[in-house]
């Protein structure tokens, strides 16, 4: 996993400054129907390469993560020109550069790619790490490969374009990195409101920590073997959060869900490993006051609970495996909990938030 | 590329062996419509987990090499739910383990497979080394990835279900690897029948050596950036041998080009390098004894000269890159080959064969 960091104000000279002395044989583009117009151009009019590229632009939205777009993005790939030394540059949020990635991955067997990460989700999760893919039989991210991009160039640079709901949820992967790194950090990412202190020039810095923390828990475990599951942190309360929003036909955004399971977590860490409320009650806060509460009642716990039984990651099928803290930084992986537990913690989510 | 290469007469068990102690969640059998009939049973038949196995069959042929097919066999491996601890057996020739590596090397970002070649060619080439993928567009091996087996399992034992046609076309392959290694390999090579002498017990010997051969080259250059290009020896004039039949309506099998291919490397190698006719004469002798001809005229130089400069190895335009020999096991790449000096080998060749 060779991936070099990139973290500009700047990404389109950034870019450039990477493609020196590396020899692509042609650079091509792959945007969205949305960052073809929002990021592209401000991109093309800083970067003597990309505004030369070949771009390709496939439709926004996860429903187009999918076969046929891959296979039309291989096509054009082909008709482009491009050989296995070229390179593909993925300017979007998560589905673009997932996709983008599993093409470049298995496009003759492998071309070089960049991910410039226009979303705050993109920047500190789905842009950097290797995992690319797409979904298939109604499975998210059922095909992919582990193939990381030679650069990820990351920037705040396109973040006014998004709408509040999109960069909070967003950042919801941001207080989780902050919880994997230390008290402090947690506290600094409390502190920061991503929708107003947007232009304060403090996020790019917090980008910065946020992708270290990812960068070093992926480099010690690329394969998610083991520690790298510590990323699920808040992901397993918060996936039935997800799915029971969506079972509802009142979908939540991924990351507010992640926020709410990430309360779950600490009130577990609590419980079940004895951590003090340090953690707890300002997290409780800062997702009370920018995410607003989950809105469950007792009568969706059986649901909820089904939804956490069929997480992939459980191994036994009494317990549902959870990430919990013993402080900050200090994750502890595949904690088997039972149904009692979850019960109580809910409950207390429910006081709490 | 940590494959293990396990030759046996015996490929049942020891499949069998190889599987203790791995705990797979699961295991599944790819074969085509031939082997489904022809290998299948015989391998189930000593082999209690192969026998369990559920199986899809795809059609055979290099036409079904192809992402309808690669759709097919995902959908078949989730429905028969296979996880990442799963295993997939690819049974067959060089269609069902490239194919069939690229489905285990992307299902759900890759669950190990293993490949039991059935056929010289499979055995000793397509079967190990990595390479996976499927034709698209139009053209051979597009998508694909770099994916190593967890175990390739060599035997001889289907051999005796091809046709003698098919037999001799993979042969050329282990006669390449002969050449590549050493001249008492060669030699040793040249003194066999694989039609005649298949049952004598001496194939398995010589498939171990072959595969050493290839194993030790993709071992020092997994990703084909140097040596690994000494397997394409005879592959250059080879493949426009091959390009000009299948334009002439008459195709010919892969190997037998290469054979073809693989003498006129030797001319080119002791034009340009000075080297004896030791092993030219014999070469040429052999492969006229059982490849014959190819039957070409001073009339089709223009087109075969056409085919090589549009090979994807060349880097300058007015030159083409073969892979020539300093002597037996002393490979020479990217040896830059005037157009003059291809039409004088191949008017030996003519002389020769």
Redesign the interface.
Same mark, same amino acid.
């Given at each position: 996993m060779n991936t070099e960091l990139i973290f500009s104000a700047g990404p389109g000279p950034a870019f450039d400054t990477f493609c020196q002395g590396r020899n692509y044989a042609s650079v091509h583009t792959l945007t969205d129907s949305n960052t073809a117009t929002l990021a592209l151009p401000v991109l093309a009019a800083s970067s003597t390469i990309l505004a030369e590229a070949r771009n390709w632009t496939m439709p926004a939205g996860e429903e187009n993560k999918n076969?046929a777009t891959l296979?039309n993005l291989?096509?054009e790939l082909?008709s482009a020109g491009a050989?296995r030394r070229s390179l593909l540059v993925n300017i979007g949020g998560g589905v673009v550069t997932d996709l983008g990635g =599993?093409a470049a #991955?298995?496009?003759?067997? @492998?071309m070089d790619y960049v991910n410039i990460p226009t979303t705050v989700l993109g920047a500190v999760d789905a842009s950097f790490g290797g995992?690319t @893919?797409i979904d =298939? @039989?109604g499975?998210k991210?059922?095909?992919?490969? =582990? #193939?990381a991009p030679a650069a990820t160039i990351i920037s705040d640079t396109f973040f006014a374009t998004l709408p509040p709901e999109q960069i909070l949820s967003g950042y919801a992967e941001m207080l989780k990195h902050a919880l994997l790194s230390s008290s402090e950090a947690t506290h600094k990412a409390l502190d920061f409101d991503p929708v107003a202190d947007l232009a304060s020039g403090n996020m790019l810095p917090l980008l910065r920590s946020s992708c270290n923390v990812k960068a070093g828990i992926v480099a010690a475990d690329p394969h998610e073997k083991g520690l790298r599951k510590s990323l699920n942190l808040g992901h397993t309360a918060g996936h039935a959060f997800e799915s029971l929003a969506m079972r509802r036909g009142k979908p939540i955004p991924h990351g507010y869900a992640v926020a709410y399971g990430m309360v779950v977590a600490l009130i577990l860490s609590h419980m079940k490993l004895g951590v003090g409320t340090g953690l707890l009650y300002p997290l409780a806060a800062y997702v009370r006051s920018h995410y607003g509460s989950p809105g469950i009642k007792c009568s969706d716990y059986p649901e909820l609970l089904g939804f956490m039984h069929s997480d992939?990651k459980n191994t036994a099928k009494k317990t549902v495996n959870f990430t919990l803290l013993k402080n900050a930084g200090e994750p502890v992986i595949d904690c088997a909990t039972s149904d009692n537990d979850i019960r109580t913690a809910l409950d207390i989510l429910t006081d709490l938030i």
């Open positions: 076969l296979s291989w096509t082909e050989t =599993f #991955a298995t496009f003759k067997r @492998g995992k @893919g =298939f @039989g499975l991210n059922q095909i992919g490969t =582990f #193939a992939k």
